[in-house]
């Protein structure tokens, strides 16, 4: 099968699935369950390219291949505010915040987190990313431990909407907070856009690019920043991904048998894009909410990561 | 032309590379050798900008290397460390096109094209272009690693121990191609080398370094005798020369 052939026929599919997943079972009720549908399929779409792009991007700049944004803290900090904002304000902080003002305040913090970590900790790491990312996982321990911390002096109601909060879905989002995000994505997007080659570079590894000519300090605050962004309105706007960026990534790495960027992202985030559409289906569909996203996304592709890496035998 | 000025490296307290000055000849393969940690790689990581000098500094044809941006170093030097632990599924060909990135910014021209294809050429990997690195020997990969490096055209080649760990076959090739690379096209080449008779051998120029300070700097027949061995190794020489060339001998003696 040609390439060309490849990549019409994966775009046709997932368009026909995007199809299905707005039409089944809707009676064509255009005045309440496709515009709901909808909603959670431009939240499924903006939160796909989010979470491909960012695990691509962070998996070339530290050279690794499992390893997610999710090491850096950026989710447990979310996990922190939202347990704060329960405890402070009770079930009904978060309906006096509306879910735009939590979005907004989410993000702030989230790349507040990220500007200290890297203005403050990463000079001190002597510009050592992997100083940097022991540190990450270390104050992602701490964070969680606070976290739960205070989840124990919460009551069960406002702790099953902590649980809530602490899986990825695609029903949180609103018009408005899709809106905002889906703006600075496309922002971020534009700006990343040009230097696809120069991250292509990056992934021979810091001296070799810097050999070929790559200010690779400047780039990797680029990308530390993108990634920062992106993430942080993935998980405001769908919640904590945990490694679900791993499996995405390695699989697009895998069908793209390449490892040109310019390849590699737009697949990611057709993959991503298909898992999760399937997820959902699958969560709506079959198992009636009774299971969510995560565990079903975590589940099979879980399984499917653990085959690759065995039968690659860790090259990929 | 490279030349140090009064160069010093500590990493914490240790001194790595203590107040070297020398001047890189233009044109020919300079090999720096020494002992394990007398400060070679160090030094020409310091050359290639990879690392900065504590004190000191480093010139390019007059110019502080420091004042020279890393995109326009890229034209003019071009650096190959050892080897590094790959798993990128790359095929040589896509290798060597990156040897073009500091023109090209990812975007290949003609001449871009022409000048990867005589990179191949130059060494001998068409039968291995579309080849993916990862199922190649330690010897055809660190072959396309020069390719990348020699595409670069630059006039000055920085070379960490490239023959670490190769075959002498590959080890000979290596230094047939750099020797063709000053003859022909006039190119500087500086390497760190272990191997004391390819560097006897294929060099012009000899810098010997010992704990951190130049020992010995000068052509290949100035550096290359038994004291100066003896006292760069502290081990006991043999140098044979005849008009094939030269051979150290230190074993058994």
Redesign the interface.
Known sequence: MSTSLKIWGTLLFTLLLMCFFILIGSDLDFNYIIPKRLLRLATILLGSICLAVSAVLFQTIVGN?ILSPSIMGYESVYLLWQAVLLFMLGAHGLTILSVSGNFAISITIMLFYSWALHFWLLPRCKNNIFMLLLFGLVLTTVITTATQFIQLSISPGEFSIFQGLSYTSFNRSKPETLLYGAFIVAVCLWMGRKT???L??M???K??S???????AKYISLYLALIAVLVAISTSLIGPTGFMGIFIANIA?VLA???KHRTVIPIAVTVSLIIFLVAQLFVEHVFNYKTSVSILINLVCGVYFLALIARTRG?? | MITVHNLHKTYGTKPVVTDISLEFPTAGITSLIGPNGAGKSTLLMMIAKLLEPSSGHIALNGQKVNNIKTAEYAHRVATLRQSPGFNLRLTVEELISFGRFPYSRGHLTQEDRDIIEESIEFLELEAIRNAYLDELSGGQRQMAFLAMTVAQKTDILLLDEPLNNLDMKHAVQIMQALRRLCDEQGRTVLLVIHDINFAANYSDHIVALKNGTLKFNGSSEQVITENNLKALYDLDFEVIRNKRGCLCNYFNL
């Open positions: 291949r696809l080659p120069i292509d570079v992934s021979l590894g001296e070799q810097i050999s070929l000519g790559v200010d690779h790495y048998g390449s490892n090259t990929t």
